[in-house]
């Protein structure tokens, strides 16, 4: 067996410890009624007080049908309102509604949202090294760039 076969049974170990806990949160979250990201879309306005479509999309990375579809399954369910800007007919504005901040209120930041926040902290060459290793891991698994 390579002498290297231990490391890679800890990576592995470490991987499937980050996908049982995301799977976790995400059975957690569902309990509530409401999805993952709709929830992460929900906490991303609590903090901004207000997004627009485009930067919600680039929130959640997702496309502009997968996020309008989003923000009207939101609506429908009275968490948020869409306005159109008074500076630009064109813009559309999505805010909370009062049931949408409390539920955004009552759930603690988790998941990707947590590692969202905090990545920003950690020095420039500890992130170059997550990248690298994030970078490797795409490519053992043969993921495409376009998920």
């Known amino acids: 067996m390579p002498s290297n076969s231990s490391s890679a049974s800890d990576a592995l170990h470490k991987f499937l410890l980050i996908h049982r806990h995301l799977r976790q ?3 957690n979250i569902d309990k509530q009624g409401i999805r993952g990201r709709q929830l992460a ?3 991303f306005l609590l903090e901004q007080g207000s997004a627009n479509v485009t930067e919600i999309q680039d929130y959640i990375y997702t496309s502009p ?3 309008s579809t989003l923000i009207t399954q939101l609506e429908h369910a009275g ?3 869409r306005t159109r800007s008074r500076d630009d007919n064109r813009v559309v504005v999505i805010e909370l ?3 949408g901040s409390t539920l955004a209120k ?3 930041v988790v998941g990707i949202g947590m590692l969202r ?6 020095p420039e060459d500890r992130l170059r090294i997550i990248n690298e290793a994030l ?3 795409i490519e053992l698994m043969e993921v495409p760039e376009s998920e």
Do not use: E
Request: charged share 20%.
């Open 25 to 27: 949160t995400a059975r």
């Open 41 to 43: 879309v929900l906490q």
């Open 65 to 67: 049908s997968t996020a």
């Open 79 to 81: 968490y948020v309102t």
């Open 97 to 99: 509604t009062d049931t």
């Open 106 to 108: 009552s759930n603690a």
């Open 117 to 122: 926040r905090r990545l920003p902290d950690l």
């Open 135 to 137: 970078a490797d891991i």
